[in-house]
């Protein structure tokens, strides 16, 4: 460079520096020199300082179209919502935007100087820039530097000011982030309706971490406001980073990172998947060989109930099987009730990119509504019952049901279990013709298919009060050994409200399967001081179950015995026995 003194050429900074303070001190201008420590950039890799120099640099003017730009901000669908205010902010405040980079590769600037010494006027035009732009569509980019500048410019171009027509050519490369920000064009309008892509501008949704509101985010925005007039994208989901179980960032010379691929060795692809919708991903967010391993048992509770629901439906056939909603008992409609409450709240998450809530509402449901209750009360109908009494076929309808839809619901996030789950349907369970889940839809979200879904869903809120209460007595029983398991138990309530007793007259027969017990009868006086426990407007006292336990059902019944060829058995599974023996 002919601007560095011949007493500096060739010497890098740290060499320059002690030579500079002694040329300053010969020429008497230096007012003083000491070394202090202060805050200074380093290299975040290699953890040295980095150097800065001024050198003459390209802009992009944005307030011609800042306020364009403000308004497509708007316009987008932010997730989490405070990413609008942050790029909002960005955008309101930033200066021009430097386009040029002093790098050795990249996409060139296409800008020209004409190579008079008294001249050096910048060239720079729609026709130089579309003659760029066709050679680099044939040839790539490096044909800027493979070519001479005669072979770059149209014929006979000359200099605006000067007349000549020799030229040097620019050496600095476009901002990196012009070049991602520009994807919506090279990507989505090249693609546009273009099969097999079938890709559209502008994009429905734009994903990268959160540190994008400054990068590729509004790279994107800004090319595309300022060409097109509008935002490349309707939707942005930003993201936190993945941290250590400690908090730590992640490094390899601290060891404390966890690699994906181990853990989809060791647990499988599903168990970090759902790890990644278990966290609140808007964040920075943690993972450690603990955290994966508690998902891993939610994984398999979930996995287990869907074994459980394809177990019971062996010999079910939808097509001469089914039973229809108003023929069901009222477990199997609250069954049906509850499982379309939670196809419409997962849909709302996914919908929202509520990754988290998605996790938590599918776990809630897996574990609580069917392991916890349903499937626990199903288990005597399915298991009892004749293979076609119309009970157990109730039961296999609204597991059916649930089957389907639980395998729609997990199929975004748990991809490989759904997919596993629709190969080994029987085609009578598909209920479709596609080859994969995910050819098909979504499950029907649209709670008002069910008429009395309301009515259902407020009784069944009654119906668990009581279940409540009774569940708090058994425990205390157990623990005052009165009874073993729920069926050795016998169940006296009392409802101490006028609503309570008309639910109790209701639904007595219904009890025992709900609550799981042998016995359930209504008192209709105070239970007083003999009361096990008490809560939510109903008493009640948990005695030994009456009768002989069955070798069958397991329930306690009085009528065990009465049939001679089968004395172990009580009468309705005596009955069932002695039918399928007949057949």
Known sequence: DSTVPSWLVGLNVWQANPIILEKLRELGVLFAAEKYSHSYPHDWRLHKPVITRATEQWFASVDNFREAALKAVQATNWYPAGGENRIHAMIANRSDWCISRQRVWGVPIPAFYCASETCKTTLLNGATVEAIAKLVAEHGTDVWWQREVADLLPAGTTCARCGGDAFTKETDIMDVWFDSGTSWSAVLEQRQNNAPHDQHYPADLYLEGSDQHRGWFQSSLLTSVATRGMAPYKQVVTHGFVLDGNGRKMSKSVGNVVAPQAVIDKCGADVLRLWAASVDYTGDVRVSDAIINQLADIYRKIR????????????????????????????????????????????????????????????????????????????????????????????????????RA?????????????????????????????????????????????????????????????????????????????????????????????DGATLLDRFLPLLPRLVIASQVEQASTDLGETMTHGGNGFQVLVTAAAGTKCGRCWHYETSVGRNAAHAELCSPCAEVVADHVAV
Request: glycine content about 4%.
């Open 304 to 403: 287990n109930t869907v074994r459980f629901l394809l177990g019971n439906l062996n010999d079910f056939d939808p097509a001469t099987d089914r039973i229809a909603y108003d023929e069901m008992g009222f477990l199997d409609q609250l069954a049906l009730v509850r499982m379309q409450d939670a196809v419409r709240d997962v849909k709302a998450a996914y919908d929202s990119y509520d990754f988290t809530r998605i996790y938590q509402l599918l776990q809630n449901y897996c574990v609580v509504d069917l392991s916890n209750f349903y499937l626990d009360t199903a288990k005597d109908p399915l298991y009892t019952r004749r293979a076609n009494d119309p009970e157990r076929r109730a039961t296999q309808t609204a597991m059916y049901e649930i089957m």
């Open 406 to 498: 639980l395998t729609g619901m997990v199929a975004p996030v748990l991809s490989h279990l759904a997919e596993d789950i629709w190969q080994h349907l029987p085609a009578t369970l598909r209920g479709s013709d596609k080859a994969s889940v995910f050819l098909t839809d979504f499950p029907d979200d649209t709670i008002e298919r069910i008429a009395n879904a309301d009515h259902v869903r407020a009784v069944g809120d009654a119906l668990f009060e009581v279940r409540s209460v009774v569940t708090k007595g058994m425990e205390l029983a157990r623990a005052a050994k009165t009874i073993g398991s729920s069926l050795d138990a016998k169940v006296l309530i009392h409802a101490e409200t006028p």
